[in-house]
């Protein structure tokens, strides 16, 4: 499930349980991401304001499109598969399928195509963008503004990717009930994990 030891739900505590208990409000259980910060719960909970504040200026649509093409460059099953399910509520799986080969769904506009090129770059190799690169997303329509959220979405993808790559975090078993071409799609790092997930008891 990871490869450093965490706190299991059953023996949380203090900050910890308070932790895992705003998970599984959310999720309706304690997710593997959660548990590896369980040794500082503190970074988890500024990282979500972090990411509200991220998210708060864009359209759901768009903060999930750069999102997705941001893990998917990094290779990250849990967040592939979290905001592909999300991103699906706006285009279909069989368009997200073709994102995830590198190709551009028609439900996509001129502008979002520029929107994941630019992000998977960017995921890729920070130092490759240039002038032109953003002036390919300004022609598309996008002001200064806009273009700085796109690039704090991709770069705080990359914060909590690298984070749970390098913990060995694996996906939630609960992704298994996905359906099976589009889970093996967005499984492009690490498996999903084949153990049941936790709650808290009360």
């Known amino acids: 499930m990871a490869f450093i030891e965490t706190v ?15 998970q599984q409000s959310s999720y309706g259980y304690v997710p593997n991401y959660a548990k590896v910060f369980s040794h500082r719960p503190e970074v988890l909970a500024r990282w979500g304001r972090l990411l509200a ?27 592939s598969l979290a905001h592909g399910q999300q991103l699906a ?29 630019f992000a998977r770059k960017l995921a890729k190799d920070a130092t490759e963008i240039d002038q ?9 329509g996008y002001t200064d503004a806009e273009i700085f959220d796109i690039a704090t979405t991709v770069a705080g993808r990359a914060f909590l990717t690298k984070i749970l790559d390098a913990l060995g975090v ?33």
Do not use: H, W
């Not at 504040?53 to 967040?79: G, H, Q, V, Y």
């Not at 032109?132 to 598309?140: A, E, V």
């Not at 492009?188 to 994990?193: K, L």
């Open 132 to 140: 032109q690169d953003i002036d390919t997303l300004k022609s598309r």
């Open 8 to 22: 299991n739900a059953e023996d949380s505590t203090d900050a910890v349980r308070e932790m895992y208990e705003r």
């Open 53 to 79: 504040e991220i998210r708060r200026p864009m359209s759901d649509r768009l903060f999930e499109l750069a999102t997705l093409a941001a893990a998917l460059e990094l290779k990250n099953s849990a967040c």
């Open 170 to 202: 694996e996906t939630d078993s609960t992704m298994n009930k996905l359906d099976p071409e589009f889970r093996q799609a967005l499984t492009i790092g690490r498996p999903i994990a084949n153990e049941a997930v936790e709650t808290l008891g009360n």
């Open 89 to 117: 509520r706006f285009i279909s799986q069989e368009g997200i399928c073709s994102l995830v080969k590198g190709e551009y769904p028609g439900e996509l506009s001129e502008a979002e195509i520029a929107v994941v090129d």
